[in-house]
RNA sequence: GGAAACUUAGCUCAGCUGGGAUGAGCGUUCGCCUCACACGCGAGAGGUCACGGGUUCGAGCCCCGUAGUUUCCACCA
């Protein structure tokens, strides 16, 4: 940064040119430093289906200001970055990928489709690489991962062979979650339920041996092809009778028993339901009650199979329209009413997701669960906010068993081992040589391959060397903090959370940051279909990264979602240029040589702002630690607008100015200047690093970085509470000048005398000492500071401030009435005051319990409005007069 | 059917362990191109903190209830 800059502050510039700057100096990389504590969290890894969303853009801002703050304050601080494979996700897009192409993967077959695939991932792992440099996000590329690496496969091949050893992990036929789509099984965390607008359809079965009928209600009219049995609530009057009795199934024409069961509600519908064991989960635990027939009557792609007699063949819901079709036709319809009820659909395409019963693969979950559970209530392991500790116990105290195995190809495959021969399979790292149940020699691997998420709930001891014990592992592990969206929790933090304390009896890290969804202006979730996405990348190229990055942590609390819209961006732009221009006249009046001066030669007002930086210093870095970032760059933000630039900076020109006359002044004002400036670029620099480097690289060329320098801590010397108050006597003396000029409409260039007249000796000495430097901010050409009113005309307008009374003499604009009217709305004013504070103070029950610091400010505040009560009445009568 | 969150200025949102809403940005009114910045400076206007109770010396904040909005979970055929 020269000292001839531009007026405006422009990122693109500089941003590039620094990130390099970092990336070769290895400020990311972290290795094992025995002597400095780690600090370590591992980037929730984005999915390598596609580009970052602003989602993305926020994860990771909020990472980044966390690592680099830690980094400045001294630990060794390590980030790992890394993409996940995105096992449906990836083949879904790389399928239809080649179907554009005119290819079916299944021509490609298994290797010629992973080959394909791994070449996507080669492109979009560059892609997502560069987005996060544009980012500026301080992570460690040495240390990049990715789910299906070798380490990361090593890791969840032995995680498998050793939760199956245990006996976690058991292969069985179970009714599982379909998607006839995409063709493979679903875990329940990736099924979403929406409500859909259906038809509840009543349909009569003969009761065999009577003329009578039952009446069912469905929704589902074409599972009945799979009906084994009708059940009805044991204690249900109407049915009494009926139990143990044979209905004939309509269509079918084929008898199955009326079983009783508890899990009938009597109230709704007809009280009476039809059990399909291979189609409904239900129905599947009755079944399994009753000893019920399971009939699959569907094929993969949900259409009917053979069992399904006429209808084989046909896509299910034309099934179900031929079969309501026939029921109606046959006399079994009793009537059709509309019914709303909720759908599962596969999270990834929507697709509506069939119940099957299905060989898959499953862990156990009840004892896995336990741990985490404990973890959470024993504190070592917390949520910011803690309202999600509700959502993970909520979780984990309902878990059922977690299907792992999905029909695709592109993911890790299952390390087990069928015997050619005999069909027993043998679950081992490598393919076995021989078989122990029937000593073939010829094996085939399970085709199937892993749900994604079992490969990234080892993430944070994966990416660290586990299973072996490395010395990283054993640094860095376990990790601080992650910090992730609240939409996967179940998904992720849970899965983890239990891998951890599994496998390395530790809970993966200590805090899990939530934070919420970005959405649009309209308060609507950015998606694809509504074309309401904001690319981060076109904000960053618009308003440069360090502005996306402000406006994605300010104004916003852990958990809660954000609006985003161009209007916020443009005020952190704005405030980019603040700094930017504060900084300009800083280093365009800086001198080489500047000395810390001698306390007593420092003003009123350099004294004020070391105590104000100080103070924010010590404030923002409490903020930090309890992850209110918002409210910590919020201080920062006011500190830097509000009190440097539009007071210290404005105090301090008249020295600057006067640099020739007086050096020793001029160079107690720069070194103020730069020792602020550069406390502010430090506590600013984990939210805006582009702009806080480049400036401070200009301010302090002998430092080799601000991201690697110290962060600011609070010192006693700092502390300077006599001027704090002095100064903001001042202000209030120059707001109430400003205020009577502005309302008196006194043109701009118009300087008056200005008179202060206080009983405040410090005050008045406070004043004199800067009297130069504050001139121009109360627009005077003399200050007279005196601590009794003399020869002040009256015709001056007049203020009454805490502690002083000011007047300015402006003798052709003054208005007995209008300055009167003023004096008494003011009077009216101070008398409201007055009497609040003695309203308070004269209840005794305020004054025996509240706390005396708080009986001893109101009292205080009394004291000072009635003073300025008199000043004011005072005034008023000499007016009168 | 459970659970959580939200309801504060025209808009979008902050408000830490309860102690005068001097809250922020945007918008708005008035005056300023004042030699860092018009992406700016100065001065304003604008709020019964959803509603009703309770606890407390004191409630935007704690407790109970009501209404509206949103989200998550759940097997109601």
Redesign the pocket.
């Known amino acids: 940064m020269s000292k001839e ?1 531009a ?4 990122p693109k510039e500089i941003e590039e040119k620094l990130y390099e700057k970092w990336c070769e100096n290895k400020y990311f990389h972290a290795e094992v430093d025995r002597s400095r504590k780690p600090f370590t969290t591992v980037m929730p890894p984005p999915n390598i289906t596609g580009k970052l969303h602003m989602g993305h853009a926020l994860d990771n801002t909020l990472q980044d200001i966390l690592i680099r703050y830690k980094r400045m304050q001294g630990y060794n601080a390590l980030w790992i970055p890394g993409t996940d494979h995105a096992a449906i996700s990836t083949e879904v897009k790389v399928t239809n990928q080649l179907k554009e192409e005119g290819i079916d993967k299944k021509e490609l077959g298994r290797e010629g489709f992973l080959e394909r695939t791994w070449q996507w991932k080669e492109e979009y792992a560059g892609t997502i690489e560069n987005q996060l440099k544009k980012l500026g996000i301080s992570c460690d590329w040495d240390r990049e991962r990715f789910t299906m690496d070798e380490g990361c496969s090593k890791a969840v091949e032995e995680v498998f062979i050793r939760l199956y050893e245990k006996g976690y992990i058991y292969k069985g036929s179970r009714i599982i979650n379909w998607c006839p789509k995409c063709k493979t099984s679903l875990s ?2 990736e ?3 929406e ?1 859909q607008d259906g038809h ?1 359809w009543h349909i009569k079965y003969p009761i065999v041996g009577t003329d009578d009928f039952l009446e ?5 009219p074409e ?1 009945m092809l799979g009906d084994t049995a009708i ?1 009805v ?1 044991p204690e249900d009057e109407r049915y009494k009778d009926i139990v143990g009795k044979n209905v004939l199934l309509p269509l079918v024409n084929k008898e199955i028993p009326v079983v009783a069961d508890y ?12 059990i399909t064991p291979a189609h ?4 599947f635990e009755v079944g399994k009650r009753h000893n019920l027939e399971e009939i699959n009557i569907m094929n993969d792609d949900a259409t009917i199979n053979e069992k399904g007699g006429k209808y084989a063949g046909m896509e299910r819901y034309e099934a179900r329209r031929a079969i309501v079709k026939d029921l109606e036709e046959q006399g079994y319809l009793v009537k059709v009413v509309p ?1 709303s ?2 759908v ?1 659909t596969h999270d990834r395409c929507g697709t509506t997701v069939e119940p099957l019963i299905k060989q898959q693969w499953f862990v156990k979950m009840d004892e896995l669960a336990k741990p985490a559970i404990e973890a959470l209530k024993t504190g070592e392991l917390k949520f910011v ?1 803690e ?2 500790n ?2 993970y116990l ?2 984990l105290e ?1 878990i ?1 068993d977690w299907c792992i195995s999905r029909q695709i190809w592109w993911g890790h495959r299952i390390p087990a081992y069928y015997c050619d021969e005999c069909g027993e399979f043998v679950v081992a790292r490598e393919k076995p040589s021989v078989c122990p149940h029937c000593g073939c020699t010829h094996f085939t691997q399970d085709e199937d391959t892993l749900d994604t998420w079992f490969s990234s709930a080892l993430w944070p001891f994966s990416t660290l060397g586990w299973p072996e014990q490395t010395e990283d592992l054993e640094y860095f592990y376990p990790t601080d903090v992650l910090v992730t969206g ?2 996967i929790i ?1 998904f992720w933090v849970i899965r983890m959370v239990f891998s951890g304390l599994e496998h390395t009896k530790k809970s993966p890290f200590h805090t899990v940051l939530i934070h ?1 969804l970005v ?1 649009d ?3 609507r ?1 950015m998606s694809k279909s509504l074309g309401n996405g904001i690319d981060p990348l076109e904000i960053i190229d618009q308003y440069g990264t360090d502005a996306l990055r402000l406006t994605l942590v ?10 985003f ?1 161009h ?2 961006v ?9 700094v ?7 280093l ?2 800086m001198e080489e040589n500047v000395s810390e001066p001698e306390s007593a030669l420092m003003t009123p007002a350099d004294k004020w702002i070391l105590s104000k930086v100080n103070t924010l210093a010590k404030d923002v870095t ?2 930090m630690d ?1 992850y ?1 970032l ?2 910590a760059v ?1 201080k920062i ?2 500190f830097i ?2 009190e440097f ?3 210290y ?2 105090l301090v ?1 008249y020295r600057i ?1 006067h640099k020739e006359e007086n050096p020793a002044e001029a160079n107690c004002a720069l070194w103020t200047l730069k020792t602020v400036l550069g406390n502010a670029l430090k506590l600013l620099h984990p939210y805006m690093p582009f702009i806080t480097e480049e400036i401070y690289s200009a301010l302090e060329p002998e430092e080799e970085s601000l991201m690697i320098s110290t962060w600011p801590v609070y010192k006693e010397e700092w502390n300077y509470p006599a001027e704090e108050e002095l100064l903001e006597h001042m202000k209030d003396i ?2 109430g000048i ?2 009577m ?3 008196m ?1 006194v ?3 118009r300087r008056t005398k200005v008179f202060v007249v206080s009983e405040d000796v410090k005050l008045l000495y406070g004043l004199d000492q800067m009297i130069e430097s504050v001139k ?1 901010l109360m627009a005077a050409n003399d200050i007279i500071v005196e601590s009794e009113k003399k020869d002040i005309a009256e015709d001056a307008v007049s203020v009454v401030v805490p502690g002083a009374t000011v007047y300015l003499p402006l003798e052709d604009l003054v208005d007995f009435e209008q300055e009167l009217a003023r004096l008494s709305k003011e009077e009216e004013r101070l008398n ?2 007055i009497a ?2 003695r309203g ?1 103070l004269s ?1 005794e ?2 004054i ?4 005396e610091a ?1 009986v001893a ?1 109101e009292k205080e ?1 009394l004291e ?2 009635t003073q300025m009560l008199e000043q004011v009445q005072e005034r008023m009568a000499g007016l009168k007069k």
Not at 267 to 273: K, N, S
Not at 580 to 586: E, K, Q, T, V, Y
């Open positions: 800059l007026k405006t502050y422009n329940d965390a099924v979403e339920h409500d509840f069912i209600a469905t929704t589902r599972t059940a609530h899990y009938v509600d009597k109230e709704f519908g007809t009280g009476a339901v039809k409904d989960p239900n129905d019914h009820h909720s599962g906010p309202r999600f509700k959502t909520h979780w309902n059922k609240y939409d179940f919420g959405r202006s309209q308060g979730k300010t104004g916003n609390a852990p958990g809660n979602d954000m609006r819209y209007e916020r443009e005020a952190s732009r704005n405030f980019a240029n603040k930017w221009n504060a900084s300009r006249f800083i365009m009046n409490e903020n309890k209110e918002g409210i919020q933000y006011d607008w509000d630039c539009d007071w900076v404005e020109k100015y120059t707001r400003r205020n000029r502005s309302e409409n043109p701009n260039n121009p409201k005051e609040r504070a308070m209840n029950k305020f025996s319990k509240a706390p708080k400010e505040k000072k409005y």
